[in-house]
């Protein structure tokens, strides 16, 4: 009796060992899968390293009109899907787009939600920013075209890089469609939000006193340095008439 319940709880571990190693399998197989299949939609290539038992690891790059995004899996034990790509013309801007809302007792308490203009992406997402302005014209109507297309994705922008995290139930992408889109949508933030802003770069005037210093060096100069009574006297009187005709343009 002992020796038939012995080979029965053997039978019942080994069918439950079992079971998990098929699960995992399967489930490492559909994630290869949609990253494949989204790797192809875009014009990407998947790396797949297969390591002992379930150990995978998965990465891809994908080219989208020259704005190069990497997808990969980070967090260690518990992973999930992280996809960047560099944004070299955000300059200073810091963004961080989010599905939800935040409540009247948050923005009693704060908490910032920048009302982009679009009424429907306005009610989905919460936008936080460093510049309101900016960010308006970043996130032109392709970019929130292509980011509304996201489900459960949170998109940054921060040092000149956009970053999207997301994924399944457990944190891994293995849907390819949600997976393209994404891919999508951080070449759209990180590139085509660049076209409706405009950078002004404008050289700062020099200081008053620092042209009024310059003129009286000027004049010292070709005074060749002397210092005789006239010179000395003409010197001052010199600077006013150089420098006042600069105060009354001012």
Request: proline share 5%; net charge neutral; with cysteine.
């Amino acid at each position: 009796m002992d020796v038939i319940l012995l080979l029965v709880g053997l039978v019942t571990v080994g069918a439950l060992i079992l079971g998990v190693f098929h699960w995992v399998r399967r489930q490492r197989e559909s994630m290869e899968e949609a990253w494949t299949e989204a790797a192809r939609a875009v014009g990407g290539t998947v790396d797949i390293r297969t390591g002992f038992l379930a150990g995978t690891g998965i990465g891809m790059r994908a080219n989208l009109e020259g704005t190069e995004v990497v997808i990969g899996l980070v967090g260690g034990r518990f992973n999930h899907t992280q996809l960047s790509a560099p944004a070299p013309d955000a300059g200073d801007l810091s963004l961080s787009i989010r599905r939800g809302r935040v409540s009247s007792v948050g923005r009693a308490l704060g908490f910032q939600d920048v009302e982009i203009g679009d009424p429907a992406f306005d009610e989905a997402f919460v936008v936080t920013t460093n510049n309101e302005s900016l960010a308006r014209s970043w996130l032109t109507p392709e970019v929130r075209q292509q980011v509304s297309r996201v489900p459960s994705y949170t998109f940054s922008l921060a040092h000149g890089e956009v970053a999207a995290v997301g994924g399944g139930y457990d944190g891994i992408e293995r849907d390819s469609k949600v997976l393209e889109a994404a891919i999508r949508a951080v070449a759209a933030v990180a590139s085509r939000g660049r076209a409706g802003v405009q950078w002004r770069t404008e050289p700062a005037p020099p200081p008053r006193r620092q042209v009024c210093r310059r003129h009286v060096c000027s004049i010292a100069v070709l005074m060749n340095g002397r210092t005789e009574p006239l010179y000395a006297a003409a010197l001052p009187l010199a600077t006013m008439v150089l420098y006042l005709p600069q105060r009354q343009a001012v």
